[in-house]
């Protein structure tokens, strides 16, 4: 008995979630059986339990059919909300408390998508929006090593880098120092700091400038300025992987403890690679050329 009943359950839940399912019909006579997701942008989205998410051009689709009330947009604009019927012969129609039935036309559904949702237009408008917002980052190291015995050594390094990027522009401030100490004297006391801006001028070609600024007590460097700029050109550029390139010119000054000041042009060529090789493992490198 207890079988029976269970058999009788599994019928009855089985033949519920067929009897909700909205359907698509395609001009060819292929009848789709699942959960209508959206029509938008020319792509039909229906979400089927065979099949996982299928995409289908709605140049292909000759009519739908939804279980519950739906937004759908006309193609004379018009938005009604109600539930897309498949009619006997094939046709098209749309029920609703405002429209009553309607009959529609073939092709004549340009977007459909839930009553709850927002429409194709203000998802595109948030979809931009989250795009172009800028992301904020921060990148912390710290590196320390020493030696002991025959010789005594010390050497300590640190950096932080703030990122600002959005989908067309990259800005990244950072400062560095470094310092290091042998058997009791300074062989290394550096500061630096600067910024730098990226402009994608296309999906591959980008523009950039740079300003620097160091200090290094060990070369007696008082103030090392240096401001250069240029293009860059984007040899891979994917989700997981990137490498670029670049060139630009600029001007250095130099200001050192004894007082000489130095102004020169100057050169910058390098490049940029890195590679996601697991969600939590990068391989960085970066190299650059002074002239």
């Not at 292909?60 to 498949?86: C, F, P």
């Not at 029920?95 to 429409?119: E, F, H, I, L, R």
């Not at 998802?123 to 015995?149: C, D, I, V």
């Not at 990122?163 to 500061?191: H, M, N, P, V």
Request: proline share 2%; glycine share 12%.
């Amino acid at each position: 008995m207890m079988k029976f009943w269970c058999t009788v359950a599994c019928c009855a839940i089985a033949l519920t979630s067929v009897a909700r399912a909205d359907e698509v019909i395609l001009n060819d006579g292929s009848r789709i059986v699942g959960e209508v997701q959206r029509l938008d942008g020319g792509k039909l989205k229906i979400k089927t339990g065979f099949a996982g998410d299928l995409v289908i051009d709605a140049e292909n689709v000759k009519a739908i059919g939804t279980e519950q009330d739906v937004n759908v947009r006309l193609e004379s604009g018009d938005t009604v909300i109600g539930k897309l019927n498949v009619a006997p012969d094939g046709s098209q129609t749309v029920t609703g408390d405002a429209v009553g039935q309607q009959q529609v036309p073939a092709g004549g559904v340009k977007a459909v998508w839930s009553k709850d949702d927002v429409s194709p237009e203000v998802a595109e408008a948030q979809a931009k929006y989250e795009a172009a917002r800028a992301k904020w980052s921060l990148h912390l190291e710290f590196g320390l090593n020493g030696e002991t015995g025959n010789q005594e050594r010390i050497g300590v390094i640190g950096r932080a880098e703030a990122k600002r990027t959005t989908d067309t522009d990259r800005l990244s401030i950072y400062a560095q120092g470094r310092y290091s100490r042998d058997d009791g004297e300074d062989t290394s006391r550096e500061i630096l700091g600067g910024a730098k801006l990226e402009v994608d001028l296309d999906e591959r070609l980008l523009a950039w400038g740079r300003v620097e600024l160091e200090n290094d007590k060990f070369e007696e460097l008082e103030l090392r300025t240096t401001a250069t700029g240029g293009l860059g050109y984007f040899v891979i550029r994917k989700p997981d992987q990137e490498w670029k390139v670049r060139g630009g010119l600029g001007v250095q000054f130099e200001s050192f403890e004894n007082g000489e000041d130095t102004v020169e042009a100057i050169g910058e060529a390098g490049h940029e690679y890195w590679v996601e090789i697991a969600p939590w493992l990068r391989y960085t490198h970066s190299l650059a050329f002074y002239i």
